[in-house]
């Protein structure tokens, strides 16, 4: 009886277990990721934020993605290695040529067009080439253009897309590269093709808009987030919003709508962008606003994700996570909240703004599967200013540049080169020569000799290696990256400069704190003309500067690269047609990498005397007084696409300078000599 008695309720124990396992399985599903099947691409969860979600499950807990072989469309294969020839790359460099179009070309095409042929990269012959590169047509999807002549099976090809209407007959790609708007997890080929952001219709080819961030740290009333919304808009939710579910719809504390697709940013902390395709656009347009994108299991692969850290900028969650998500974007520290909106406007300014800086981003991914152990090292592609302004060409050690020794918690060390520009009637500056080696941090004096009277047989003597170089009779020819130049720090002169030897010793002590700007002692000043409705520059003596001469100017030997190999030949020839407008070209450069003013140190009286006579277009100069170079600046601000120049009110002076105490208690006393 006792017996019988066990096994019933033995039966029932186990009829129960089994009725709550059979209940309760379904519900864990919903919750924990199954495994992944063989074969099956599994699309997330990827953390990229192993922050984020800390409190609420270890990222071990959860399966990750393996390493999944790249899959061609139509289910081919091909990989950097097997469809890409690089041994057609002479020398490692990347020359590439464009089909030309077949039929009409839209406005969209035009801009490509342009942001290649202005690329260092362009050729116009096919056989000079090692990436052919075919456009996808502005056609109705479903129509192909022709398959070109040297096809050859797509290798060595690049099928290049803004938008993702690519031809839809995969069998015509073959061996060719993609770069695609918006490509889909299981069809992009990590490694091969590359994810390009989807840029609006009206996106601009160069300048671009700025970032929308003016305060880095969260506002009090701001709101916590905005809610990509499917027609386009967003909607914005307070910070006491406690649940929000993805379907645009919060709870409670519904903030103001906005539903006009692209006419206002969003005003918010975080952006929650559903992983949908159509949803593309809206993180291009969180990126923009500084408003760090939360991206909810997407589908489509995150721009430029081969070179971009998307962790310093971007959060990635598994959308069934909804509440826990919540709770950690509201919780997230406000320095870790601060780190990411500024990457966001980094990377907006970086590679995302313009139609020009896509397609040169696009070349540079592709330049550095060429260049593989020289290619760009993360840090440069995911740090101010940009793999786009570090050129590898240059170096690929940060430490050479002149960008990232605050970050590093370094200065540059060594000695400055003079650099001393001679043109007609070509006479060695003796004086200025001898001030040059009587510096403590001179190293060498280097004459650029660029006048047809040919130089002096016999130099004189000095306390450091005085050189003359044969340089060209043109004045852009001042910039050039001479190999003589062993020191970081150039100190620019011409044969016309006036500089004692202590001038020279401040100015360099100043600029080692400053590396990556320029430091003068003669300044200009650009203003806006309401009268014209254009730019001009002065060299008035004011309150305000933002342009140093580079007559007499320190700064590091990297600037010679960027302007042989990164500035445009349009403007080269401006300057060389207008020797005026090689300084304003120099501080145009480095303002537009640095995003800062130069830096004004103090000089003697007698420079005065010996300073250019007033800049074009400065208000002082009455009509008939100027010159043909007028137009400099204007020409210049289209060919970068905006005013890069900054203004500054700021000189820095040794401590006792001018200070009523013994001369004999100064470290630089010729400074205040008149």
Request: proline share 10%; glycine share 6%; hydrophobic share 40%.
């Given at each position: 009886m006792?017996?019988?008695?066990?096994?019933?309720?033995w039966l029932?124990l186990s009829?129960?277990?089994?009725?709550v396992l059979l209940?309760?399985?379904?519900l864990?599903?919903?919750?924990v990721?199954?495994r992944?099947?063989?074969?099956?691409?599994?699309g997330?969860?990827?953390?990229l934020d192993?922050e984020?979600?800390?409190?609420?499950s270890?990222?071990?807990?959860?399966?990750?993605?393996?390493?999944?072989?790249?899959?061609?469309?139509?289910?081919?294969?091909?990989t950097?290695?097997a469809?890409?020839?690089?041994?057609?790359c002479?020398?490692g460099g990347?020359?590439?040529?464009v089909?030309?179009?077949?039929?009409?070309?839209?406005?969209?095409?035009r801009?490509?067009?342009?942001?290649?042929?202005?690329?260092?990269?362009?050729?116009f012959?096919?056989?000079?080439?090692?990436?052919?590169?075919l456009?996808?047509?502005?056609?109705?999807?479903?129509?192909?253009?022709p398959?070109?002549?040297?096809?050859?099976?797509?290798?060595?090809?690049?099928?290049?897309?803004?938008?993702p209407?690519?031809?839809?007959?995969?069998?015509?790609?073959?061996?060719?590269m993609v770069?695609?708007a918006?490509p889909?997890?299981?069809?992009?080929?990590?490694?091969?093709?590359?994810a390009l952001?989807?840029?609006?219709?009206?996106?601009?080819l160069?300048g671009?808009?700025?970032?929308?961030?003016?305060?880095?740290s969260?506002?009090?009333?701001?709101?916590?987030l905005?809610?990509?919304?499917?027609?386009?808009?967003?909607?914005?939710?307070?910070?006491n919003?406690?649940?929000?579910?993805?379907?645009?719809?919060?709870?409670q504390?519904?903030?103001?709508?906005?539903?006009h697709?692209?006419?206002t940013?969003?005003?918010?902390t975080?952006?929650?962008?559903?992983?949908?395709?159509s949803d593309?656009?809206?993180?291009l347009?969180?990126?923009?606003?500084?408003c760090i994108?939360?991206l909810?299991?997407?589908?489509w692969?995150?721009?430029?994700s081969?070179v971009?850290?998307?962790t310093?900028?971007?959060?990635?969650?598994?959308e069934?996570?909804s509440?826990?998500v919540l709770?950690a974007?509201?919780?997230?520290p406000?320095?870790?909240?601060?780190?990411?909106?500024?990457?966001?406007?980094?990377?907006?300014?970086?590679?995302?703004?313009t139609v020009?800086k896509?397609?040169?981003t696009?070349?540079?991914?592709i330049?550095d599967?060429?260049?593989?152990?020289?290619?760009?090292?993360s840090l440069?592609?995911n740090?101010?200013?940009?793999?786009?302004?570090?050129l590898?060409?240059f170096?690929?050690?940060?430490s050479?540049?002149?960008f990232?020794?605050?970050q590093q918690?370094?200065?540059?060390?060594g000695?400055?080169s003079?650099?001393?520009?001679?043109?007609?009637?070509?006479?060695l500056?003796?004086k200025?020569i001898?001030?040059?080696?009587?510096?403590q941090?001179?190293?060498?004096i280097l004459?650029?000799?660029?006048?047809?009277?040919?130089p002096?047989?016999?130099?004189?003597?000095?306390a450091v290696?005085l050189?003359?170089?044969?340089?060209p009779?043109?004045?852009?020819?001042?910039?050039?990256?001479?190999?003589?130049?062993?020191?970081?720090?150039?100190?620019?002169l011409?044969?016309?400069?006036?500089?004692s030897?202590?001038?020279v010793?401040f100015?360099?002590?100043?600029?080692?704190?400053?590396?990556?700007?320029?430091?003068g002692?003669?300044?200009?000043n650009?203003f806006?003309?309401?009268?014209r409705?254009?730019w001009g520059?002065?060299?008035?003596?004011?309150?305000?500067?933002?342009?140093?001469?580079?007559?007499?100017a320190?700064?590091?030997?990297?600037?010679?690269?960027l302007f042989?190999?990164?500035?445009?030949?349009?403007?080269?020839?401006?300057?060389?047609?207008?020797?005026?407008?090689?300084?304003?070209?120099m501080?145009?450069?480095v303002?537009?990498?640095t995003?800062?003013?130069?830096?004004k140190v103090?000089h003697?009286?007698?420079?005065r005397?010996?300073?250019?006579?007033?800049?074009p277009?400065?208000?002082?100069?009455?009509?008939?007084q100027?010159?043909?170079?007028?137009?400099?600046?204007?020409?210049?601000?289209a060919?970068?696409?905006?005013?890069?120049?900054?203004?500054?009110?700021?000189?820095l002076d040794?401590?006792?300078?001018?200070?009523?105490v013994s001369?004999?208690?100064?470290?630089?006393?010729?400074l205040e000599?008149p």
């Amino acid at each position: 009886m006792q017996s019988w008695r066990r096994k019933s309720l033995w039966l029932a124990l186990s009829a129960s277990w089994l009725l709550v396992l059979l209940g309760v399985f379904p519900l864990l599903r919903l919750a924990v990721p199954s495994r992944p099947r063989a074969g099956t691409p599994q699309g997330w969860p990827r953390w990229l934020d192993a922050e984020l979600l800390q409190s609420f499950s270890q990222p071990a807990e959860f399966p990750e993605d393996g390493p999944q072989p790249p899959r061609a469309p139509g289910g081919g294969s091909c990989t950097w290695e097997a469809c890409f020839d690089a041994s057609k790359c002479r020398g490692g460099g990347l020359k590439v040529f464009v089909y030309p179009a077949t039929g009409p070309v839209s406005e969209t095409r035009r801009r490509i067009l342009a942001s290649i042929e202005g690329s260092r990269y362009h050729t116009f012959s096919a056989a000079e080439a090692c990436l052919l590169l075919l456009l996808s047509p502005d056609t109705p999807a479903g129509q192909c253009t022709p398959v070109p002549l040297q096809w050859d099976g797509g290798r060595n090809h690049l099928v290049l897309g803004l938008h993702p209407a690519l031809c839809p007959r995969p069998f015509q790609l073959g061996q060719a590269m993609v770069a695609q708007a918006r490509p889909t997890v299981d069809t992009f080929r990590a490694g091969f093709d590359v994810a390009l952001p989807l840029l609006p219709e009206a996106h601009p080819l160069r300048g671009g808009a700025p970032g929308q961030l003016r305060q880095h740290s969260p506002h009090p009333g701001m709101a916590l987030l905005a809610l990509a919304e499917e027609r386009g808009g967003w909607h914005t939710a307070g910070t006491n919003s406690s649940a929000c579910p993805w379907d645009g719809r919060c709870e409670q504390d519904h903030g103001p709508k906005q539903t006009h697709p692209g006419a206002t940013l969003p005003n918010a902390t975080f952006c929650l962008i559903p992983g949908r395709s159509s949803d593309a656009l809206h993180f291009l347009q969180a990126l923009q606003a500084g408003c760090i994108p939360v991206l909810l299991s997407p589908r489509w692969e995150l721009p430029f994700s081969e070179v971009i850290d998307w962790t310093k900028a971007a959060i990635v969650a598994d959308e069934r996570l909804s509440l826990q998500v919540l709770t950690a974007l509201q919780e997230m520290p406000l320095t870790r909240v601060l780190a990411l909106r500024q990457q966001t406007q980094f990377l907006w300014d970086a590679y995302f703004s313009t139609v020009e800086k896509v397609i040169h981003t696009t070349l540079e991914i592709i330049q550095d599967r060429i260049s593989g152990a020289s290619a760009h090292p993360s840090l440069l592609w995911n740090s101010p200013p940009g793999a786009l302004l570090a050129l590898p060409t240059f170096s690929t050690s940060p430490s050479d540049f002149p960008f990232y020794h605050l970050q590093q918690g370094s200065r540059p060390l060594g000695k400055f080169s003079a650099l001393i520009w001679v043109e007609a009637p070509g006479q060695l500056p003796m004086k200025l020569i001898q001030a040059m080696a009587g510096s403590q941090h001179c190293a060498q004096i280097l004459v650029l000799w660029s006048s047809e009277k040919p130089p002096p047989p016999r130099l004189p003597e000095t306390a450091v290696p005085l050189t003359v170089i044969d340089g060209p009779r043109k004045v852009s020819g001042r910039f050039f990256p001479y190999s003589a130049i062993n020191t970081d720090a150039i100190l620019s002169l011409d044969a016309h400069s006036s500089l004692s030897t202590s001038e020279v010793d401040f100015a360099f002590v100043v600029w080692q704190s400053f590396p990556e700007r320029m430091v003068g002692f003669l300044t200009w000043n650009h203003f806006w003309d309401e009268a014209r409705g254009s730019w001009g520059y002065t060299a008035e003596r004011a309150n305000e500067f933002s342009m140093v001469l580079t007559s007499a100017a320190f700064y590091h030997r990297y600037y010679h690269t960027l302007f042989t190999h990164s500035l445009p030949k349009a403007l080269w020839t401006l300057a060389d047609e207008a020797p005026t407008c090689v300084d304003v070209l120099m501080n145009f450069l480095v303002a537009a990498v640095t995003k800062l003013p130069p830096i004004k140190v103090p000089h003697a009286t007698r420079h005065r005397e010996t300073s250019p006579p007033l800049a074009p277009g400065g208000p002082g100069l009455r009509q008939e007084q100027q010159p043909a170079t007028q137009d400099c600046i204007n020409q210049m601000v289209a060919g970068f696409g905006h005013m890069p120049l900054v203004s500054s009110r700021l000189r820095l002076d040794p401590v006792l300078f001018k200070d009523p105490v013994s001369v004999l208690r100064k470290k630089y006393r010729s400074l205040e000599k008149p």
